[in-house]
């Protein structure tokens, strides 16, 4: 079996030494189930100082949120095969390479779902990876799926060929997470992406893989807080009371205006600026109570508001207001500048007011 690893270069000068790679395996994972092989490497891979730079700002640069994890198991952490292995190679990082062939070998084990695609799979070992301003070591497990055409075009004398080849490019790997050697006992700190959208091929390396359950810090309790909000005001509220698509609009903005405003969340703060009235209160607390039920978590009553969170988040808040097929009105502050009423001939009106056009 021929195997090839091709990259689409990028020129030195677009990558930083903010990030080295210590030590690097590559192997290739298969389908199980459609009979795809596994390739593992006899050895570690030897890369230059060029290579590093590119390989390091590839692997590193989609992780952009504070969106944190840890490894999970029913029972205890520890029994995690991915946090065993990881733990292995933090203990003895020259034992790396032999890890990486426990963690290919792994990966193909669970790819059992004729809808996961093969990949080539690596292991990589940072070190003095910044986090919290203090240096730690990471471990980086890295999957690339999918291939892009290149062309390759050679020239001899006064004659050009032109041909295509298949590679990898360096814009980012379809799979990637991170681990930091910190909060061992909880589980290890883990970041985490996957490119490949929603099905079993995504839900395949976080949750079947990997293991994972998300961290329960600032960027949880923000993230879930204003779930819990969007979905108080646009499922729960319309049941309890008398309220329009207008009034609704006011809660989600106001909800977001109180995240971007304050560093701090607290509950009570929170719902005397939003809900104010005591009878909607009353009953966000109770849809509260049912939010942790359903999902299986508990917010705090005061935390650190993550901006990062709420900056993902205020995406899913669209105060918007569909009149049938004919207009969409985008409300994004000050309830008193929209009108609803019902003129003589019994159609239903909004009423809109403005100080400027732009």
Known sequence: MVWVFQVNLKSQKDYNM????????????GNKALGE????????????????????????????????????????????????????????PECMHDQSLNLAKYLYE????????????YTVYFKDIEMNGEPTDAVGLFKTENKENFLKISHKENHFNI????????????????????????GYIVSVYDFTGKGANSLHWIDEFLQLRQRQDEFFNT?????????????????????????QADLLNKSVKFFKENEQFSLDEFTGAVMKQEEIIDTFSQYRDTFQKENDIEIANNFNISQSAVKRQAKIFKSVIKLDKNFHIYIHGNREMVEQGLDERGRKYYKLYYENEN
Request: hydrophobic share 35%.
């Open 163 to 186: 041909d295509t080849e298949q590679g990898i490019s360096l814009r980012k790997p379809d799979k990637g997470c991170l681990i930091f050697n910190i909060e061992k006992e909880e």
């Open 223 to 247: 993230q879930n807080v204003l779930t819990m909000c969007k979905n108080f005001v646009t499922q729960e509220l319309p049941q309890h009371f008398e309220v329009n698509r207008a009034d």
């Open 18 to 29: 903010e990030y080295r790679i210590h030590s690097i395996s590559l192997h290739y994972a």
């Open 110 to 121: 669970k790819s059992i779902n004729p809808d996961i695609n093969g990949g080539e799979f």
């Open 37 to 92: 092989k596994l390739a593992l490497s006899s050895e570690p891979l030897v890369i230059n100082e060029e290579m590093n730079m590119m390989l390091a700002e590839f692997f590193m640069n989609p992780f952009k949120v504070d969106e944190f994890f840890y490894f999970h198991h029913d029972e205890e952490s520890h029994k995690n095969q991915v946090y065993e292995m990881v733990n292995e190679i933090f203990s003895g």
